[in-house]
């Protein structure tokens, strides 16, 4: 009996972690395809909040509005709102390149610019404000250990980054993300391109680093998912089908698309 | 603050060279067309000129262009579907097809003057041929000849692999492939290249001023030996004169002649690439 | 029977191709050959300034330097104003458009050099001439300015290919960094698309300095480097005007015709290392990322 009343506090608790981001009433298009219809939900501070689905599913576009990178795309329209800080990101007044300072992306397919290990740790980080030597030297060693990559490129700074490995590479676009400091990180399947061993790598990092950031991770590896998951949202045919915290969402699913997608990994949104 | 207002500065500046850019070519433009226009009528587009241009019209100027580009697309059409079937299918060293490449890039990059001068010695003189039209083609052949090439190349290359082997699986002969698989594609885009450069060739003065026209008394040559006249040598001369205002609007009719036929065989081109586009997106 | 349909078609090609990749090296030796009496008999006289046939002077240095100054003068109107005008078509233009504009481009670059010769004469060097006060609008300047109007859609149109050949995966990374429109251009998209560019910008000084027409018109043809020499108010002469002004009236054979020949061979050789040093900049295999 007291097992279960605390089963019920702990859900409760959880249930009351503060949201970081909320997504309210969003609907998105590009060109006349409804990618998006009617999305509500909260991602949860301080924990890993994974966008599960199908490919084609919306989870990307989702994603890429919440860091409005969207807007750069040709016929792409919307409907809805974004919170985050206490504002509406669409809102006019918000400067767009401050957004995205403050929720940072990486990407599928690791995009390191053709320069040196340290010139794209810091490519983000030295347009925002003047670093002395010392206080660059200091952040490349802060970030490159908080991705593990310390030990393994501390003494080839200067070496071009298209040398590491391609999981080498991904890490170091997060290190890259890191350093401008973001509240909050998105991540569009960034296991995607990985071998088994550097996705497990990247799966542990994201266990750490959610102590200090809030971490939104797309993908459609169910099993991956059931790894580091805390919070999970289920992403079908531009609809949110499901979402709660992961215990609960992986072992006791309600909708019945859910359980034939964790099940079969079939989904006919 | 700072990086806003350079950012903003920067996004002016390429604003402002957009709208200078474009008011320029687009000024150029209507101011041809406005002049030429007052000049143009019926009787100057089919009479022959008189007093050295000041006076009549520009027919045989029209005659000696395009028989000169006609006679130009007779001589290098052959030259570059073989020179492009020779590149795709017979040359397999990477390096001598990258020399030959280089080569006609270099061909291409040759100022039209120089093609002249070398015309004026070689043909005029050397081989004694005196001012004939003839050579005029040859030479604007020549000057055309890397743009037909490269444009014949690329549709050759486009055909998929697959096709000659399953050619070649069948028996046929590696001849008997490109006469049947590879020339048909190759024509349609030597054709493209071809209308490209002939809409460089019929603008061209300085390639065929020494060696292949006269400035007056010419009609339709006899032989393939004689000058002719055109257009942009007929241009050239009325505007050496261009304190006579008769002359100098002649010479703004002729231009938007000769414009309109540069302009008719780029739009045609432009088409013609669209359509090899979508036949080998099928 | 097909076997010798066979041979007639590989002769033919292989004919062919000696033919077009050859005829550059046939004109390379005609003009070589043409002007060897004047390397010969003049020799080293020929980089003075004073071109006077009748004297038996002849300094190319004048034409060489108005080559020069003119096509200066050109790349400095037109670099600028055609790169700034590239990045708009690539990274400000919706997409929608840039078929049109593209188009428009290309119709453009194709207008004739003598047709930018007419408007020279008849425009542009009448309104330098009142807007210096000058004896005459034929300069330097003028065709400086028409040059670099002739040149401006090449260089627009190959710096836009460039820029949209760096993949859009550098652009948002940057963006979403949060680098605004500017630092994405100038730390992510122009380094990398900074050597096909500069090939372009080769190519477009290769076509600008083979330009006839239009120069030879508007220059004033005056054998002498302007006083002081930077004035570009003066008439000059360069390479190509004074050959297309002079090469059809000059006596062949002999060492005047010689000497404007050696002009031509330096414009050659000139304008071809330009194509090879551009065409080496366009090579894919340079291509550093990816």
Same mark, same amino acid.
């Given at each position: 009996m007291k097992k279960s009343i605390l089963k019920v506090v702990q859900h409760d608790l959880e249930q009351d972690a503060a949201p970081a981001v909320e997504v309210c009433g969003f609907h998105a298009w590009h060109e006349d395809a409804h990618i998006l219809n009617d999305i509500n939900l909260a991602f949860q501070e301080y924990k890993i909040n994974c966008v599960l689905g199908p490919s084609g599913g919306g989870k990307s576009t989702l994603i890429r509005c919440i860091n409005r990178i969207n807007d750069e795309i040709e016929g792409f329209t919307f409907k809805g709102e974004i919170h985050f800080g206490g504002r509406n990101i669409y809102d006019k007044s918000v400067d767009v390149t401050r957004l995205r300072t403050e929720i940072g992306m990486v990407f599928q397919k690791p995009s390191v610019f053709p320069k040196s290990i340290c010139e794209n740790v810091l490519f983000g980080i030295q347009h925002l404000k003047k670093l002395s030597k010392a206080a660059r030297l200091q952040m490349l060693e802060e970030k490159l250990k908080a991705v593990s990559l310390w030990r393994e490129v501390s003494h080839r700074l200067n070496d071009t980054a298209s040398s590491l490995s391609v999981g080498q590479q991904q890490r170091l676009c997060i290190a890259r993300t890191l350093a401008v400091e973001p509240k909050v990180i998105l991540l569009d399947e960034p296991t995607s391109s990985l071998d088994p061993v550097s996705a497990r790598a990247i799966e542990d990092l994201m266990l750490e680093l959610k102590q200090q950031y809030t971490i939104v991770f797309v993908t459609h590896n169910i099993q991956q998912a059931k790894r580091i998951a805390d919070h999970a949202i289920f992403v079908c045919g531009g609809r949110i089908i499901e979402q709660g915290p992961a215990r609960r969402f992986f072992t006791h699913p309600e909708q019945p698309q859910t359980k034939s997608y964790l099940n079969e990994e079939f989904c006919d949104c | 603050m700072n990086r806003e207002l350079l950012n903003k500065c920067f996004m002016l500046a390429t604003w402002g060279a957009v709208a200078i850019s474009c008011f320029i070519l687009l000024a150029l433009v209507s101011v041809i067309t406005w002049n030429g226009a007052a000049a143009l009528n019926f009787s100057f587009l089919f009479t022959a000129a008189r007093r050295f241009g000041m006076a009549g019209g520009i027919l045989y100027q029209i005659i000696g262009s395009l028989l000169m580009i006609a006679g130009a697309s007779l001589i290098c059409l052959p030259l570059a579907l073989g020179t492009a079937i020779s590149k795709s299918e017979y040359l397999k060293s990477r390096r001598i097809r990258k020399l030959c490449t280089a080569l006609i890039y270099g061909l291409n990059g040759i100022p039209s003057v120089i093609f002249g001068i070398f015309g004026l010695i070689f043909f005029v003189n050397t081989l004694n041929t005196g001012i004939s039209w003839f050579v005029g083609s040859i030479i604007l052949a020549i000057m055309i000849l890397p743009t037909v090439v490269l444009a014949t190349y690329q549709s050759v290359n486009s055909i998929p692999k697959i096709y000659r082997e399953s050619a070649l699986t069948l028996g046929l002969s590696k001849w008997q492939v490109i006469w049947r698989v590879v020339l048909p594609q190759g024509i349609a885009g030597s054709l493209t290249g071809l209308l490209l450069g002939l809409a460089r060739a019929v603008g061209e003065t300085a390639p065929i001023m020494f060696i292949a026209t006269a400035f007056s008394g010419v009609d339709i040559p006899g032989t393939l030996f004689e000058p002719v006249v055109t257009l942009p040598t007929h241009i050239l001369a009325l $505007? #050496?004169?261009?304190? $006579?205002? #008769? !002359?100098? #609007?002649? $010479?703004?009719? !002729? +231009?938007?002649? @000769?414009?309109?036929?540069?302009? @008719? *065989?780029?739009?045609? $081109? @432009? *088409?013609?690439?669209?359509? @090899? %586009?979508?036949? +080998? #997106? %099928? | 029977m097909s076997a010798s349909y066979s041979k007639v078609g590989k002769s033919y090609v292989m004919v062919t191709a000696f033919i077009s990749t050859g005829i550059i090296f046939l004109i390379v030796a005609v003009l070589l050959m043409n002007s060897w009496s004047a390397i010969t008999q003049v020799g080293w006289q020929l980089l003075t300034l004073k071109w006077n046939p009748a004297a038996g002077e002849y300094g190319i240095l004048s034409m060489l330097y108005g080559s020069f100054t003119v096509t200066f003068c050109a790349l400095v109107i037109a670099l600028p104003l055609g790169l700034l005008s590239a990045i708009f078509v690539s990274e400000v233009l919706p997409g929608r458009y840039r078929f049109y504009v593209k188009s428009l481009l290309e119709l453009l670059a194709g207008i004739p050099s003598i047709i930018y010769g007419l408007l020279g004469v008849a425009f542009l060097s009448v309104w330098i001439g009142h807007l210096f006060d000058l004896q005459s609008g034929r300069t330097i300047l003028s065709a400086g300015i028409l040059l670099a109007v002739m040149i401006m859609p090449t260089i627009i149109t190959l710096s836009d290919d460039a820029l949209q050949n760096v993949p859009n995966k550098y652009r948002e990374a940057a963006n979403g960094l949060g680098l605004t429109k500017y630092e994405v251009l100038k730390s992510a998209v122009l380094p990398i698309a900074k050597a096909d560019i500069i090939g372009a910008c080769l190519l477009a000084l290769g076509r600008a300095l083979g330009k006839t027409m239009a120069v030879m018109l508007v220059i004033g043809g005056i054998d002498r480097i302007p006083s002081p020499f930077f004035n570009v108010l003066n008439p000059g002469q360069t390479i190509t005007s004074k050959l297309g002004r002079e090469i059809s009236e000059t006596a062949f054979g002999s060492v005047h015709f010689s000497a404007m020949i050696l002009m031509g061979m330096i414009l050659l050789v000139v304008v071809l290392i330009l194509t090879v040093v551009a065409q080496h900049c366009f090579n894919p295999e340079h291509r550093l990322y990816e």
């Open positions: - | $505007a #050496q004169q261009a304190t $006579a205002p #008769q !002359a100098l #609007q002649n $010479a703004w009719g !002729a +231009s938007l002649v @000769l414009l309109s036929l540069v302009t @008719l *065989f780029s739009v045609t $081109a @432009l *088409f013609s690439r669209m359509k @090899l %586009r979508t036949i +080998s #997106q %099928r | -």
